[in-house]
């Protein structure tokens, strides 16, 4: 099988599970991620089809959706490229890449390095941040029922991983708990330079919020 009509048939396959997912973790999501990991992995030495694939599985079963269960997407992925007849060595470097990838507060220390992993990441973390990822903010605290703003509760900026994931604070304390310190975790150059402009796009954004907020303008 050649490696176009492996990435297609694994953008069908990614279509069709989630075909019914939280609007900012479906396929649109994914395809964002891909489109920015082929934009960065331009520029940089890497292996192209570990990161076509790693963009297009690394939420195929995001554990915030399974009761916080992180197995189930490294093992949908890994289920899948076997059927698919792919190499050992690239369905390891993609699982590597599924359970490396999540942000899980922060304080996450990595069990496994490459650059295909920091393209990847960097993709995921640019659409978390700029226009997409306030629109993305609101829509999963919609979706979760959450308060848009509540100036009672300060933002927790150094949870564990445990407490990251429990977290159920209202909206806008997300953008200080994980949106705005995103661009000082970049691993690539070209990550850094996106991740920057789409950085002064959100707090352009929250300056507007506090301003409409307190009836100011």
């Known amino acids: 099988m050649s490696t176009t009509e492996l990435i297609n048939r694994t953008i069908a396959f ?16 994914i395809e964002r991620v891909y489109k920015n990991a082929l934009l960065i992995a331009k520029d940089t030495d ?14 195929i079963a995001d554990s915030k959706f399974h009761n916080g269960d992180e197995t189930i997407g ?4 890994r289920l899948f490229l076997e059927s698919e007849d792919v190499s050992e060595d690239i369905i390891q470097h993609v699982v590597n890449i599924i359970e490396n990838i999540s942000y899980k507060g922060g304080n ?8 295909e992993l920091d393209i990847v990441q960097d993709a995921d973390r640019l659409d978390a941040i700029g226009a ?9 605290g919609g979706f979760k029922n959450r308060t848009l703003h509540d100036p009672e509760i300060a933002p927790i900026t150094n949870m564990t991983k445990e407490e990251y994931k429990k977290n ?9 708990e994980k949106l705005l310190l ?36």
């Open 74 to 77: 490294p093992k949908t992925a």
């Open 14 to 29: 990614v279509k069709e599970k989630l075909n019914d997912a939280e609007g900012g973790h479906d396929w649109f999501h």
């Open 132 to 140: 997409i990822g306030v629109a993305r903010a609101f829509n999963y």
């Open 46 to 59: 890497c292996d192209l089809t570990v990161v076509q694939l790693g963009a297009l599985l690394h939420d």
């Open 168 to 176: 159920n604070a209202p909206t806008i304390n997300h953008f200080y």
């Open 182 to 217: 995103l661009k000082d975790k970049m691993n690539t150059e070209t990550g850094k330079q996106i991740a920057a402009e789409r950085h002064r796009f959100m707090e352009l954004f929250l300056a507007q919020f506090y301003a409409e907020w307190e009836g100011i303008k």
């Open 108 to 115: 996450f220390e990595k069990k496994f390095k490459s650059i």
